[in-house]
């Protein structure tokens, strides 16, 4: 029996109603029983035949290179239901984040080479395996190759369906994606043209790929990370909506992936004066006690190195907030050992 089919019939036997356009787009990220594997195809864009308004897909790679004292977070997305593509890029050098955000009408979605305005290009060599990556402007040139270090990791795949539905029915119409993410190597440089300087970057980094319905307005809280240590790739997401707590992650090795169950979260938040002489808060260190599916237990500490506040658009009487933040990040008590990103979502 198919996804849907197991779905339909639930949803017959708890005398639940789901909306037939939300049943026709769950046919579509998760129908049959091939969708929720991961497939060298899940790499390009996801076309359907129609589009829900909520409805996006987006691509997103980082590196940290403290050696080079540069750091970038990068992220294209899609709106195909009014084709329109945000376009993200921060380059964090010296510490000093660079911002550039571009938003903008498209003709139709590209398939393997992502570079909508010429500043921000993706280019897809070998799926699941390598990506070239660049951003221009007037004042840097970034090119990079990254390369997988480890398997991707897909949230879905081998989850139990109707377990799912059970603990999520009430979020099919806000937070219905396929996801997955990877743990990478990333070389390359950077050109500082007014400084005519060149940096090479040579580090460990991180993507992740997601489609379906995300109702950004929906959510009130989350933090994911994306650790790199030296033997290992720790990626956590806690998301909470309403009353709901969604928790996704894996651990990635040479030798496999292991899916993260349950983790427990202490966020530390400071007052600070940002150069405007406006007073903000945002998260400066953070506790995590993650088990995983074995039940093995791990600490992880972060603390922020370097970071930038990006205002989400959300229609509420409450300042909402995305804070990138480049983060140390520390493991069952050792010294910091490992860096990343922590990003939080949260409201005041």
């Not at 990370?225 to 969604?246: C, R, W």
Request: glycine fraction near 4%; include cysteine; charged fraction near 35%.
């Amino acid at each position: 029996m198919s996804n849907i089919d197991k779905i339909k019939d639930y949803l017959k036997e708890n005398n639940l109603q789901l909306d037939d356009k939300y049943l026709k787009f769950l046919e579509y990220i998760g129908g049959d029983d091939d969708a929720l594997k991961l497939k060298d195809s899940d790499e390009y864009s996801h076309l359907f035949p129609e589009y829900l308004p909520n409805w996006s897909e987006s691509w997103y790679f980082n590196f940290i290179d403290e050696q080079a004292g540069v750091d970038w977070v990068s992220r294209i997305s899609y709106n195909p239901f009014d084709m329109k593509s945000n376009v993200l890029s921060v380059l964090f050098i010296d510490n000093n984040p660079q911002v550039y955000v571009n938003r903008l009408k498209i003709d139709e979605m590209p398939e393997d080479r992502w570079d909508l305005d010429k500043k921000v290009t993706y280019e897809l060599v070998k799926p699941h395996s390598e990506w070239n990556l660049k951003f221009e402007d007037r004042k840097f040139e970034l090119d990079l190759n990254w390369k997988a270090r480890f398997e991707s990791f897909s949230y879905l795949e081998g989850i139990d369906i109707l377990e799912y539905l059970e603990d999520y029915i009430d979020l099919i119409g806000k937070a219905s994606q396929q996801h997955y993410e990877q743990g990478g190597i990333v070389k390359g440089t950077l050109k500082l043209k007014k400084k005519n300087q060149e940096r090479k970057i040579n580090c460990l980094g991180h993507r992740d790929h997601s489609w379906g319905i995300r109702e950004w307005q929906a959510v009130d809280k989350w933090n994911w990370i994306s650790a790199q240590f030296e033997d290992k790739t720790i990626n956590i997401a806690k998301v909470i909506i309403g009353d709901n707590i969604l928790v996704s992650g894996f651990i990635s090795t040479k030798d496999a992936n292991i899916r993260i169950k349950d983790v427990e979260i202490k966020t530390e938040i400071i007052e600070y004066e940002d150069k405007f002489g406006s007073k903000n808060k945002r998260p400066e260190k953070s506790r995590f006690e993650i088990t995983d599916i074995d039940d093995k237990k791990y600490i992880i500490k972060s603390r922020r190195r370097t970071s930038i506040d990006l205002p989400v658009p959300i229609p509420s009487k409450i300042k909402t907030v995305i804070s990138e933040q480049v983060h140390n990040f520390s493991l069952n008590g050792s010294d910091y050992e490992g860096t990343g990103i922590s990003e939080y979502l949260y409201k005041y």
